[in-house]
Every structure is written in structure tokens, then in C-alpha cells.
């Protein structure tokens, strides 16, 4: 199901109403990956008729949103995620250079042991996310548990974060061919933001 939704976004003709549609479906599916990965312990309840040993979630989450297409997938980690703490870390990239600006950064404390989930449905050159990346560290996260959840990625970004940070996990429903030389990902989906926005 993951590839047919992003097909509906790749397409040039999907209207607005279905791109969002799509990405919402598709941020379910990754929210509902990522919750299989915070950590659980044993816990006892009584039932009706006797003891049953489960378990409860006990992990602390923290979601950091990259402005502005980071926050199209928020609501739907929300719904697994209803406590988790929220940080957000406006970052454009230089139209020149490429190189990543950092204009808004409002991050909590994050405990090393916190499940850090970083939110960018598109990874480029990788440039955004390692400022991220290294934002969160500064905070307090331990860089085994962060996991960045994206939809569409190239090569040179996966690279570009996995040579600096070799522990963090990047969960990606595709890797495409290449970058063109506006470091737009090919064949891409085109500016997911201004297609999800209406930009
Ligand atoms: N961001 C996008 O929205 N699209 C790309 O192809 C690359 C970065």
C-alpha cells in the first residue's frame, strides 16, 4: 500500500485534495511503524476471571517537526503519540548554496533515553536533517534512539546523514535515482510542500 500512495503523489496530475489524502494515508502508516518501536514493559492486569502479564508502553517520545512540510505529518503521529513532547526547528535551504538555514528552533530538554522522531517527508541532500540531527543532540537525545521518518529521499542525503551519524535510523517508504542540479529529488514528487500547501 506504501508505493501505491506514493505513486499517487509522484503523479503531476494528482489534484491537491488527493496529494494531501495520499500523504495523510501514508504519515498513518509510518506513525503506526514508529509506534511499533517504543519500548514496552511487563505489567499485570486483573480480567474478569483471573491475572493476564501485558505490557505498557513506558518510553518517553518526542516528535520534532522540520518547518514547513514536517508538520503535514504530525497529526497522524499525534494520534499514536498523544503525550509526546513536540519540538519544532524551522530550516530552509540557501537557494545558492544549498546549505541548510536554521531560523526557528524550539526544542524541550530530551532525556537520552526519549525516543526521538524526526519528521521530513523529504530528504535531499541530507543537509536539513543532519542540522537536526545535531539540534537534538545538543538537547540531550542519544543518537541510537532518533529515528527519522520520511517519505521519498535520494541517495546522496541517506549517505550524507549515515557517514555523520551512524546510529540514527532513517525509515524511508523510497530512495529515488538522483538529485538534479537544484537538489530537487528525480523522479521525485516535485515540492511536496507547495503540492500539500497549495503554494
Ligand atoms: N524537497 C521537496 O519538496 N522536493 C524535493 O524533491 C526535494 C526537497
Do not use: W
Not at 18 to 24: G, I, K, L, W
Amino acid at each position: 500500500m506504501k508505493d501505491s500512495l506514493l505513486t499517487i503523489l509522484r503523479d503531476k496530475n494528482t489534484s491537491k485534495v488527493n496529494f494531501r489524502h495520499a500523504a495523510q494515508q501514508l504519515a498513518m502508516i509510518l506513525a503506526s511503524e514508529a509506534a511499533l518501536k517504543v519500548k514496552q514493559q511487563k505489567k499485570t492486569v486483573e480480567t474478569i476471571h483471573s491475572k493476564a502479564v501485558g505490557h505498557e508502553l513506558f518510553q518517553k517520545v518526542c516528535l520534532i517537526a522540520i518547518l514547513r512540510s514536517g508538520m503535514t505529518l504530525l497529526p497522524a503521529f499525534l494520534y499514536y503519540f498523544e503525550d509526546a513532547y513536540i519540538g519544532i526547528l524551522g530550516i530552509r535551504r540557501d537557494e545558492n548554496t544549498f546549505k541548510p538555514n536554521l531560523y526557528y528552533e524550539n526544542l524541550p530538554l530530551i532525556d537520552k533515553d526519549t525516543l526521538l522522531i524526526i519528521l521530513d517527508p523529504m530528504i535531499a541532500t541530507g543537509g536539513t536533517l543532519c542540522l537536526a540531527i545535531d539540534k537534538s543532540l545538543q538537547k540531550g537525545a542519544k543518537e541510537s534512539n532518533i529515528i527519522i521518518h520520511s517519505i521519498l529521499s535520494a541517495p546522496q542525503g541517506i549517505k550524507q546523514i549515515q557517514q555523520h551519524y551512524k546510529d540514527v535510523t532513517i525509515n524511508t517508504v523510497a530512495v529515488d535515482e538522483k538529485l538534479n542540479d537544484k537538489k530537487y529529488i528525480v523522479p521525485g514528487l516535485g515540492d511536496y510542500g507547495d503540492r500539500f500547501f497549495g503554494t
